[in-house]
Structures are given as C-alpha cells and as structure tokens.
C-alpha cells in the first residue's frame, strides 16, 4: 500500500505553526497587561479626582484648595500607598492641574 509522506509531514508543520503563533500571541498580550492595568488605574484615579472636583465647583462655585478637602468633604478616597496625585489649584475658578502616578 502506498502512502503520501509529505502529506503527513505537513500536518505535523501546519500544527506546529499553529502553536507558534498561539506562543507569540499569549506572550505578546500577557508581557504588557502589567502595564496597561498601571495606566488605567492612573487614569481612574485621576478621573475620579476630576470629577470630585468639579462636583464641588457646582455645588460651591470654587474648585477645592486642596485633595485633603476633597476627601474630607467628598468623600474621595485615593490609593495613596501604591499612586501619588499631584493636585496644583492655580486659582478657585480655575479647574486644577492633576497628576498621577505610580510610587
């Protein structure tokens, strides 16, 4: 009985191939998800500071002094162990500049 080699042979290239691309892509996806959580807990942060921020300005008509206000008086709590927030008020109708980011 005679059989094909080569089409033996390439099933076993076309299932290696396949885990190829299956290796690169769990490596590709899995090596940057450290980063990407980082940004986007930074950018949560920093949203949630700007939206207390500006609940106080329509509540008050001044944007708060200062973070500790908005905690004190806002409820906003920040993961101040893993992120730092740089909050600069520039003046109280001015909305503030808010920087965050890993320790």
Known sequence: MYS????????????????????????????????DLKEESEAAIREAVRRSAL?????????PPNLAY???NYGLQVNTRDYYVAYDAFSSNMPPDIRVGAK
């Open 4 to 35: 094909d080699k080569k089409k033996k042979h390439r099933g076993w290239i076309g299932l290696l191939a396949a885990l190829a691309v299956i290796g690169v892509l769990v490596y590709t996806f899995a090596g940057g998800s450290g980063t």
């Open 70 to 72: 908005l905690e004190e």
């Open 55 to 63: 609940q106080c300005y329509v509540v008050e008509g001044v944007y």
